[in-house]
């Protein structure tokens, strides 16, 4: 299994002083070692995707656990099978989750373990489950009776929060993929003035490490090329999306073969041969390649 391939999910905010400076230091690192992923490092602190062989991983998490400011992050870990990296990118961003508004990080809702989760699912409770996610994310894989605030980039949050018709004093649970987007998210639900708001812990990998069959249905989309993952559990086998040109029941995730267009969306494998692998805006406008 020597050539095993594994992902490592993982955020922290923390103050850095010189970003700017640790994003070069981090990139020496990170190809020193021959990760490949995406890495955000800005004065708030860092969130990254690294993929690589389990000796290699293990190599980085040591240096982060040694490192003075990224030390105690707990790291997601999911199955790659082949690397899903085309290469190794460590960028500065002024945010490390980009939500186009200050926050107070201070007010980010109260932490829900995916076991208090699944409790709270089993028992019935009372609240509102929302996906801080984005539409595409939405639309192939979402916890049972998630509501959403209907966006395609995180930013357009603080805008779209008022699409959320929801009674400020109820109880308010929200999930992403790993946790950092529901961090700031739930700090602007507070500042919006909701009153009883929490946050899924880790995120859906997080609860689909412990609850592959639970009440996440769907498959989890991730930002590599795997594009979804939870396929081989019972409850991401669901398919809750259709193809975008023939309706049938799929939720495989291509990107438009039109070199101007690449849009993201779902199309069936009987689809994708007949329409040469072009969304249906593109077909529409008849473009042979
Ligand atoms: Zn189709
Ligand atoms: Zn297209």
């Given at each position: 299994?020597?050539?095993?391939i594994?992902?490592?999910?993982?955020?922290?905010?923390?103050?850095?002083?010189?970003?700017?400076?640790?994003t070069t230091?981090h990139?020496?690192?990170c190809?020193g070692?021959?990760?490949?992923?995406?890495?955000?490092?800005s004065?708030?602190?860092i969130?990254g995707?690294?993929?690589?062989?389990?000796?290699?991983?293990?190599q980085?998490?040591?240096?982060m656990?040694?490192?003075?400011?990224?030390?105690?992050?707990?790291?997601?870990?999911?199955?790659a099978?082949?690397?899903?990296?085309?290469?190794m990118?460590?960028k500065?961003?002024?945010e490390?989750?980009t939500?186009?508004?200050?926050?107070?990080?201070?007010?980010?809702?109260?932490?829900l373990?995916?076991?208090?989760?699944?409790?709270?699912?089993?028992r019935?409770?009372?609240?509102?489950?929302?996906?801080?996610r984005?539409?595409?994310?939405?639309?192939?894989?979402?916890?049972?009776g998630?509501?959403q605030?209907?966006?395609?980039?995180?930013?357009?949050?603080?805008?779209?929060i008022?699409?959320l018709?929801?009674?400020?004093?109820?109880?308010?649970?929200?999930?992403?993929?790993?946790g950092?987007?529901?961090?700031?998210?739930?700090?602007?639900?507070?500042?919006?003035g909701f009153?009883?708001?929490?946050?899924?812990?880790?995120g859906?990998?997080?609860?689909?490490?412990?609850?592959?069959?639970?009440y996440?249905?769907?498959?989890?989309?991730?930002?590599?090329?795997?594009?979804?993952?939870?396929?081989?559990?019972?409850?991401?086998?669901?398919?809750?999306?259709?193809?975008?040109?023939?309706k049938k029941?799929?939720?495989?995730?291509?990107?438009?073969?039109?070199?101007?267009?690449?849009?993201l969306?779902?199309c069936?494998?009987?689809?994708?041969?007949?329409?040469?692998?072009?969304?249906?805006?593109?077909?529409?406008?008849?473009?042979?390649?």
């Amino acid at each position: 299994m020597s050539n095993n391939i594994f992902v490592l999910l993982y955020y922290k905010f923390v103050d850095i002083a010189d970003p700017k400076f640790e994003t070069t230091q981090h990139k020496l690192v990170c190809t020193g070692i021959g990760l490949k992923g995406r890495i955000l490092i800005s004065e708030e602190g860092i969130n990254g995707t690294v993929a690589g062989h389990r000796s290699e991983l293990r190599q980085y998490v040591e240096y982060m656990n040694a490192h003075p400011s990224f030390g105690g992050i707990v790291f997601k870990r999911t199955p790659a099978g082949k690397m899903p990296f085309p290469k190794m990118i460590v960028k500065y961003r002024p945010e490390i989750v980009t939500l186009g508004k200050k926050v107070d990080m201070k007010k980010t809702g109260q932490y829900l373990t995916p076991k208090s989760m699944h409790q709270l699912f089993e028992r019935g409770e009372d609240m509102v489950v929302v996906d801080m996610r984005n539409n595409y994310e939405y639309e192939v894989g979402r916890f049972d009776g998630a509501i959403q605030p209907n966006t395609v980039k995180f930013y357009e949050l603080p805008e779209k929060i008022k699409n959320l018709k929801i009674d400020k004093n109820k109880k308010v649970v929200t999930y992403c993929t790993g946790g950092i987007r529901c961090e700031k998210a739930t700090a602007l639900l507070a500042e919006e003035g909701f009153t009883d708001v929490y946050q899924l812990e880790g995120g859906i990998v997080k609860y689909l490490e412990k609850y592959p069959d639970g009440y996440f249905i769907g498959k989890n989309f991730v930002f590599d090329e795997r594009m979804t993952t939870n396929g081989d559990s019972k409850s991401g086998q669901k398919v809750l999306s259709k193809c975008a040109h023939c309706k049938k029941s799929s939720d495989r995730y291509i990107d438009c073969a039109k070199p101007d267009c690449h849009q993201l969306f779902i199309c069936c494998k009987e689809c994708d041969k007949k329409h040469n692998g072009l969304c249906p805006v593109a077909v529409k406008e008849k473009l042979v390649l």
